[in-house]
């Protein structure tokens, strides 16, 4: 069946760090790949999507490039703020979520 | 603005007393789902609806279940609830094209959160 593995948090990093969120997946066919974000006590939120190979999403300074070869969907984001700290959630086909990476940006 | 609305955002119940917990939507879209998401964990599906037709998880208790009124409305029904049943409860809502299952984005509403006592 299809799954989705992210890296384990919580990921701490300082104001204006570079971040990567690693997900990769297991699917047949050619699913669409998804990033949500959760805030304390909020649903989850659409934070960028990809629905095909080689396309790239991004969002709000956040990008990740659907990559079949590897079957990876990385999150980045350049320069991380206070305000990103939250709850990331890698997603297929948006039925399969992974587990969840929290983001903890300290000023 | 077109959007998912849950109420209410929190609900206390008692051990083993009916629950229901509801879900609307102004966006139109013709499929709705429930999640489960337990304290730091991945939301888990419990069913959805695509239009009027009924898709439970094949793991979803038999003490959840759910109605679908119309478009708009769903609701999840706890029939007994159980302290392991303590958790928020995420309503969605996508836009589903039999040619292209499941690949729209969905939406989500705020959450309940449920505590059983």
């Known amino acids: 069946g299809n799954s ?10 300082s104001e204006e760090a570079f971040l990567t969120i690693n997900c990769t997946y297991t699917a047949t066919g050619y699913p669409s790949l998804f990033w949500y974000v959760q805030y304390p006590g909020e649903g989850l939120q659409l934070l960028l999507k ?10 709000k300074g956040f990008e990740a490039t659907y990559r079949k070869e590897t079957t990876s969907f990385h999150l980045e984001k350049g320069s991380v703020q206070v305000s990103d700290s939250a709850v990331y959630f890698c997603a297929l086909n948006p ?7 929290m983001l903890l940006v300290s000023p | 603005d077109a959007m998912v609305i849950q109420n209410p955002r929190y609900q206390v119940t008692q051990f083993g007393k009916p629950v229901t917990l509801s879900c609307s939507q102004t966006l139109n879209h013709n499929v709705m789902y ?22 439970n998880e094949a793991d979803t208790p038999d003490n959840f279940q759910s109605r679908r009124p119309n478009t708009s409305f ?3 029904d706890i029939r007994s609830p159980g302290l392991g049943d303590a958790a928020m409860y995420l309503c969605a809502t996508s836009r589903g094209d039999w040619r292209a299952e499941f690949r729209e984005t969905q939406y989500f509403g705020p959450g309940t959160r449920l505590l059983v006592l």
Do not use: I, R
């Open chain 1, 95 to 101: 039925l399969t979520f992974g587990k969840g990476t």
């Open chain 2, 74 to 76: 769903c609701f999840l």
């Open chain 1, 4 to 13: 989705v593995t992210q890296m384990e948090g919580p990921v701490t990093l």
């Open chain 2, 34 to 55: 429930w999640y489960q998401q337990k304290s730091s964990q991945a939301p888990k599906l419990l069913f959805h609806y695509y239009d009027k037709d009924f898709n």
């Open chain 1, 50 to 59: 990809a629905t095909k190979a080689d396309d790239k999403g991004s969002n």
